[in-house]
């Protein structure tokens, strides 16, 4: 028995690593052992070193949102304070957590009937009981803060890195002697800390402000580590630098656009959601399919010639231009908006319900909420514009 799970296990390790898959024609693992230059050639174990890595970039994020963003957003007002605090009531209490956070008309009725409270009270009640179990303003202020500051070190690293790259100018470099491309010190870690910070946020997903789209984030955190290693395996590490600087071109100015709306800069939030959305469109619509597609479907195929993981690789690019599009139409849209109102549209996976409807009533006797103002570009798709292999 022992014998053949074993023999099983050696046939799926063979079919996953094979070379028929991973490797142009004539081409083994046995090819890509040579030293090279700089770091030698990809190879899967070099992934091994993501891991501790990924836990020091976690360790550094919480020493950053402690001592740097927490500060910060203090300073410039944000209270460290919870929501406000509902009228505790038994009755409404035991509905909320037992039956449903989110009473229809007919039980609403019935509780206005019990508590001989107005329909629009209980209402009210709910709301900012719903909002009470929503994290603060300055948790989410640290967390934008973090992924701001990352986007934009790495987005300026991989710049600077690129433009001495000759397959930034030229991307049928991206091909030349393909397998055969040594890794440069600069390219591994590049591509090593782009991994390592999608580790984290991995890691992290378990503590951070749970969203409605939470199942989405991690789907989508789990596509771009794979797709990020399966390119760095099979040693499409240079379009795929490419890729990641692309990507992360527009992710720091969504987050700056959060952090402006969690400081109330509204109009500075407009105005960084408006760049952000044409920086988004442009690099995803534009130099995405022009420039990046172009080359691994019809460069690459001129000059090695398609084999199976080829197939796969441009079948999941051409599937995120698709997702690029549906993207597109979401932000500008809401750009549109903010255009014409002023304000930036409330987001669907906004955490807080209502930023006014938390200001209207502060007291149990207000038997009105008042009507929702906007809570700005709140979340606007976690990675609505900051997907970076893979979107939601």
Known sequence: MATAAAGALGLLWGWLWSER??????????DLEGPGNGYGYPRARHILSVFPLAAGVFSVRLLFERFIAKPSALHIG????????VQPNAILEKVFISITKYPDEKRLEGLSKQLDWDVRKIQCWFRHRRNQDKPPTLTKFCESMWR?????CIFCYGIRFLWSSPWFWDTRQCWHSYPYQPLTSGLYYYYIMELAFYWSLMFSQFTDIKRKDFLIMFVHHLATIALIT??????MVR?????????DASDF???AAKLANYAKYQRLCDTLFVVFSAVFVVTRLGIYPFWILNTTLFESWEMIGPYPSWWLFNGLLLIL???????SYLIARIAFKA????KVSKDDRSDVESSSEEEDVTTSTKSSCGSSSSNGANRVNGHMGGSYWAEE
């Open 21 to 30: 898959f991973w490797l142009p024609q004539n081409v083994s693992w046995a």
């Open 78 to 85: 944000i209270q460290d304070s919870c929501p406000y605090q």
């Open 148 to 152: 701001f500051t990352f986007y934009l």
């Open 230 to 235: 399966f390119s760095y395996i099979n040693n």
């Open 239 to 247: 379009v795929g630098t490419l890729v990641m600087c692309l990507h």
């Open 253 to 255: 100015l969504l987050e």
């Open 321 to 327: 231009q698709v997702l690029h599009v549906i993207w």
């Open 339 to 342: 255009l014409i109102r002023g």
